[in-house]
């Protein structure tokens, strides 16, 4: 598995603990390399323990309910031998109330049920990566890309089979080459093979991946015959690259972000930098109520127009960043901004800065009620975008199947939806 933007290595330490599998994860940050290395190998001694522990779980309930199951059948054997040699009304009324298990209450026998029904579980699990919502990604895959089988007992069998073959190569084989984190800027032109000496068929993966990396991603896919199947989820889509966002504006570069496909191209499509900020809003968080950060919104707002006003800034290449979280008052917040853009903040008093917040003040439900617009228009531009991904990969010759696949909970993670492919079997 290739895992591009892999960060600090969640994804990929999980792939390769897990399931055993060899994981490459590429990322253009050294600092999240290194970091990424080093919490693998603390995770590793970790992960030993834990499945040390669970094995050992399991066995110690595997022997209880063992010894458990002997005690019931000496218990009922003995009843019934004494039944047979005395079948008085009596006799029979004792043993009909009995439950032969003078030892265990029925709720400890509850308890033990659950724990072996959750046992029972976890080991499906272990065996089958599966989704929540009922659903499996197999429900999604074309026949062609599923090998048949004569009976579900079959398949069972060869699966069991696969994952002892699976584990006894992973455990003979060097676990610190199991995952291997490598630094590197990902483009649409990048050659895997240079970086990948050993690069072989693989599946390649890309789990909440920024910006431009995003189609890129895609790019490669179609581009290396070794990657056999992608699974891309994308974010950051205000940082999508536009082919047709300035078209007075001369430019070098040929592979944008944004649009793919052969139709948007055609139509000269543009979203801006606008649409595609509000194409990162969170609708099903907003109507669980989590809601907006309506007072950071609006001091976000005064702030732009302080600065328009008092220092004719009306475009700068600096941000502001996540500086309200941290300040104790609409002054305060001013303040701090000022000073990380560079401006001179003695140029305004106190007052001045505190006449704004009382001039704007009565409009923040205007505020509120634009930005609640944008969030229901979210929606409507993050699917323009991921479709034009999933034309994109409808136009490639070898690709055997494509699709949009919801994976996650979009309240838990807004960026859910899913761009998975499978190339043609040679």
């Known amino acids: 598995v290739i895992d591009l933007g892999s960060g600090k290595g969640y994804l990929s330490s999980y792939l390769s603990l897990k399931y055993g599998l ?6 253009s940050s050294n600092i999240n390399t290194h970091g990424a290395q080093e919490r693998n190998r603390k995770l590793k001694k970790h992960w030993k323990v ?21 005690m019931q059948d000496q218990v009922k054997n003995k009843a019934d031998i004494e039944g047979v040699c005395n079948n008085s009304p009596a006799n029979q009324e004792m043993m009909s109330t009995s439950d032969f298990l003078p030892d265990f209450s029925s709720s400890v026998i509850s308890n033990i049920r659950k724990q072996m029904e959750n046992l029972h579980v976890h080991s499906h699990r272990e065996e089958n990566l599966c989704f929540e919502n009922a659903f499996s990604l197999i429900d999604f895959l074309p026949v062609n890309a599923i090998e048949p089988t004569s009976s579900s007992q079959i398949l069972k069998r060869k699966m069991s089979e696969a994952n002892r073959e699976r584990r006894k190569t992973t455990s003979n084989s060097n676990e610190s080459n199991i995952y291997s984190p490598l630094t590197s800027f990902i483009t649409a032109d990048s050659e895997l093979h240079d970086i990948i000496k050993d690069l072989e068929d693989c599946l390649m993966v890309g789990l909440h991946t920024c ?9 490669i896919f179609t581009a290396n015959s070794e990657i056999k199947g992608v699974c891309s989820v994308g974010c950051c889509y205000h940082l999508l690259s536009e082919e047709f966002e300035n078209p007075h504006k ?4 040929e592979k944008w972000g944004f649009p793919m496909c052969h139709y948007l ?12 900020m509000s194409a990162c809003l ?14 950071s919104l609006f001091y976000r707002a005064v702030l732009q127009d302080i600065i328009k006003d008092c220092y004719g800034i009306t475009k700068c290449d600096r941000y502001v960043g996540k500086i309200y979280s941290k300040s104790s008052s609409f002054l305060d917040y001013v303040r701090k901004s000022l000073k990380k853009l560079g ?4 140029k305004l008093p106190e007052k001045m800065i505190m006449d704004y917040y009382e001039k704007y003040k ?5 505020l509120e009620a634009f930005n609640m617009l944008k969030v229901v228009l979210a929606p409507c531009i993050e699917t323009l975008i991921l479709l034009d991904r999933l034309c994109y990969l409808k136009e490639q010759e070898d690709i055997a199947w494509s699709a949009l696949v919801k994976l996650f909970d979009p309240v838990k993670s807004p960026r859910c939806y899913a761009v998975i492919a499978l190339k043609q079997q040679q």
């Open 282 to 295: 969170a609708l099903e968080r907003v109507a669980v109520g989590q809601g907006l950060p309506t007072e």
């Open 211 to 219: 910006g431009d990396l995003a189609p890129n991603t895609l790019r």
């Open 22 to 27: 060899k994981v490459y994860g590429i990322d």
């Open 50 to 70: 834990y499945h040390t522990r669970s094995n050992l779980d399991v066995n110690d309930l595997a022997l209880k309910m063992a010894k458990e199951k002997k």
């Open 250 to 253: 001369e430019c070098t570069q």
């Open 362 to 366: 009565p409009r923040m439900n205007e």
């Open 343 to 346: 401006l001179d903040e003695s």
């Open 265 to 276: 191209k055609e139509e000269r499509w543009s979203c801006g930098r606008n649409a595609r």
